[in-house]
């Protein structure tokens, strides 16, 4: 395969249609690329020089009770004194917790692992919500989504201050974090009517809420971490570059494809399945014996974290490939 059908191959799945999106750039190899340890699984930096600002204000939106919330993430990053590099990719983190708990601190060692390995890493809070009628699981999906959309937009207005690269984001997350994920690439307004008509008129739109940023960036791959999206907003030209973690036995997020709330959800592997029928590139490990929540400890953390720069380096290098592992498969990309 020459090298300019790489570039269309890359570009056709990497495009997507939400205003945070962007195209990807055409160069095939560019900075991030180069032959050292860099995004790959070791670490290219130590602790000690990676550095930390917390409680960051990134929005002010109405919650649930109809009281403004502010919203605030935290941000790694190598230290820039002792990083030469102008420009860093960026990684963004939303938490678990069902849309009803949880917050940004959960992320903090592995945003710890992806910034040691030279990415810029934030961990978002989102407004939370709670699911006493069926329609609030819905609402509070609308609600962290438009959060992200607006940490998004904060981020790339702050590029220059935390020497961020807009043109090479990736975004993740675990459990109600992944599906908030997969909804930022995947679901448009458009497609949010379908599912719930009275969203935009009750909330507001995705894309104008909580700061007046309008600066965009291109995400460039989707870091999921036992998550699932609706079939409805699951389309072949919005595929971009997926890397996921699952249990087989997950009962709360099903792996494969199962209905809730009168829709049909796609699984890490049912995602996975449709993106490789569609030419799209997915790196799927399954835990053959795990519950929802895999490779949390310590040893856990390191491995995704490692795997995922691992394929996030081969994204921006125009090098992805799909691969799919029944084990924990050790990345060895710095090879």
């Known amino acids: 395969m020459n090298k300019l059908l790489i570039i269309f191959l890359f570009l056709l799945f990497a495009c997507s249609k939400n205003e945070t999106t962007t195209t990807p750039p055409s160069a095939v190899y560019n900075e991030f690329c180069a032959s050292d340890a860099r995004f790959t699984e070791v670490e290219f930096f130590n602790e000690n020089q990676i550095d930390s600002e917390k409680d960051i204000l990134y929005a002010s939106v109405e919650n649930w009770f109809g009281i403004m919330q502010d919203l605030e993430l935290d941000i790694y990053q190598p ?14 983190l939303i938490h678990g917790g069902g849309f009803i708990g949880g917050n940004k601190l959960f992320l903090e060692d592995l945003c710890l692992e992806f910034s040691k390995r030279g990415f810029v890493c934030a961990s978002i809070e989102y407004r939370l919500g709670r699911f006493e009628l069926p329609e609030s699981t819905q609402k509070a999906i609308y609600r962290a989504q438009q959060d992200a959309n607006a940490a998004l937009r904060f981020l790339a207005n702050k590029a220059e201050e935390y020497k961020i690269d ?5 975004v993740g997350g675990q459990s109600a974090g992944a599906v908030t994920a997969l909804y930022v690439n995947y679901a448009s307004e458009d497609e949010w009517g379908f599912i719930n008509p009275t969203l935009e008129s009750e909330l507001g739109p995705l894309h104008q809420n909580g700061n007046n940023y309008t600066e965009n960036v291109t995400i460039l791959g989707l870091f999921n971490n036992w998550g699932s999206v609706p079939n409805l907003i699951f389309s072949a ?3 971009i570059p997926t890397i996921a973690f699952h249990g087989a036995l997950d ?7 199962y209905n809730q709330l009168g829709f049909s959800l796609l699984g890490s592997r049912s995602i996975h399945n449709a993106m490789q029928s569609a030419g799209g590139c997915s790196d799927l490990t399954v835990e053959p014996q795990g519950g929802h929540g895999i490779y949390t400890n310590t040893e856990g953390l390191k491995f995704r974290a490692s795997r995922a720069s691992c394929f996030f380096k081969s994204v921006m290098c125009n090098q992805c490939q799909s691969v799919y592992f029944e084990h924990q498969e050790p990345p060895m990309c710095s090879m």
């Open 237 to 239: 030209d919005e595929m």
């Open 79 to 92: 230290n820039q004194n002792i990083d030469p590099m102008e420009k860093r990719p960026l990684v963004v």
């Open 166 to 170: 807009t043109a090479h984001v990736f």
């Open 251 to 257: 009962n709360v997020v099903p792996i494969d494809t």
